[in-house]
Structures are given as C-alpha cells and as structure tokens.
C-alpha cells in the first residue's frame, strides 16, 4: 500500500512501474495450506529461545545500498534465489554476532478490504550449518515452510497465531519499485530509505529495488545489536 502512494507521486518518463507480485489466494489452496500446516504443526509451533530482543520502544533505523551486480553474483555463484541472496547478505553481516535466528519473509497477496493483505513464511536457520551455502539454505527452508502462506493471509486464521510473531528475531520484506528511472517532477530520485520505527520485531529489514541498486532500510531495536552494527559505517537514519 505504501509503495503505490509513492508510485503515485513518483513517475517514469518511459515504461511503466514493476507490479508487485502476489500471491492468489483461494478456497483450494487455503485448504491445502490447513491440511499441511495441521501435520507440520508440532514442528511449526516447537518453542524456541529468541536470540534478538525487543530493548526501546523504537529502533534504530539504519540504511545502506548495493548494487544489484552484487546480489546477481550470489544468485549465479550460489545457485539461488533473489530472497536467499538478499536475506544471505544481512546473515553475513550478523555471522559475527549470533549464528541462530527465527525469521518471518513477508509475501504479499491480493488485495481484500485491507490496506495491507500479507501473510509470511517462517523458519529457523543455524548459520552453521552449510556455512559455505547460507544462500541455498534459506531457499530450502522457505521452501519447506511456504505452504503456510495462504494460512497467514487469512486474517480470521492469523488472528489465532499471532502470539507466535514475539518469538521472531528477524522480518524481511520487499518490494521492486522500479527498473526505470524515476523521478519527482523534474527531479532525479536516486536512493530510497524508509523510517520504520515502530515495528514489532527487534530487526526488521525491507529492501528496495530502485534501477540497477537495492537499498536497505533496517530497523533494530536489540541494543546490543545496534552496538555491533555502528562498526559497518552504515547511514543511521536515527
């Protein structure tokens, strides 16, 4: 919903702005993500220690860009996807500070009468494990766990599982804006941070593909955390 207002302001002097994608929901295909989530459901809701923690109020919001060169030599090198690349970047960047981390990859789906309509894949990853492959680890992981999409798109269903968000130390979220140039009015928009301080989750990350770049506004509220990622000179937007 955020992105379209901006899309509104924002224009393209040639083509037209990348459409989200999302997700299609139906009577099928949530009964089917209810059937497996029921015989995945010891393993979904296994309690288990949060490794981040919710320390303010409000968060730290850092900001930092790559350009998408970088994340499409991961996807090449490592045979993944763009999520397992981009979300392989932030665990590189915190390898050093926790190797264990519940995670929530939000995915959009069609609108309803919510200004919003999204549900997530959770999972649990040990970056440990298949060090060498982290990128290809988190594919198979929000493969395994994708199923429960349409459950979570459900507002009346999610409403019973919402408990289960304080247990997640880390949300990814994004979108393309576009692969064209924008800009507003006459001027050039070159990078793109969001404010985003009042989350739920101790670290929350969206990223942004704006032309040949991504751009990554990351909320923490872990003081510890915070601490430790001053050393990356990332832009602090507060």
């Not at 301080?197 to 969206?206: A, E, T």
Request: net charge positive; aromatic share 14%.
């Amino acid at each position: 919903g955020m992105i379209e207002y901006i899309l509104a302001l924002l224009q393209v002097k040639k083509g037209n702005h990348k459409k989200i994608p999302l997700l299609k929901n139906n009577i099928c295909l949530l009964s089917y993500s209810l059937f497996l989530t029921a015989l995945n459901y010891r393993r979904l809701t296994k309690k288990r220690k949060s490794s981040l923690f919710n320390d303010t109020e409000e968060s730290r919001i850092f900001s930092f860009s790559m350009d998408i060169k970088n994340v499409n030599s991961i996807i090449q090198k490592k045979n993944c996807s763009f999520n397992g690349a981009i979300q392989s970047i932030i665990f590189n960047y915190l390898y050093d500070f926790c190797q264990s981390y519940s995670v929530a990859t939000v995915i959009g789906g069609e609108k309803t009468c919510y200004f919003n309509n999204h549900g997530a894949i959770p999972y649990r990853i040990d970056l440990n494990k298949n060090k060498e492959n982290i990128p290809k680890n988190i594919d198979y992981l929000l493969n395994q766990n994708k199923f429960i999409v349409p459950v979570t798109l459900n507002k009346f269903i999610s409403s019973f599982i919402k408990k289960k968000r304080n247990t997640i130390d880390i949300m990814f979220s994004g979108a393309p804006f576009s692969k064209e140039k924008l800009y507003l009015g006459e001027s050039y928009v070159k990078k793109h941070e969001v404010f985003i301080p009042y989350h739920l989750v101790p670290m929350y990350v969206l990223s942004c593909k704006l032309e040949d770049k991504i751009h990554f506004s990351v909320g923490v509220k872990d003081i510890k955390l915070q601490k430790f990622l001053e050393k990356y000179n990332w832009e602090i937007i507060q």
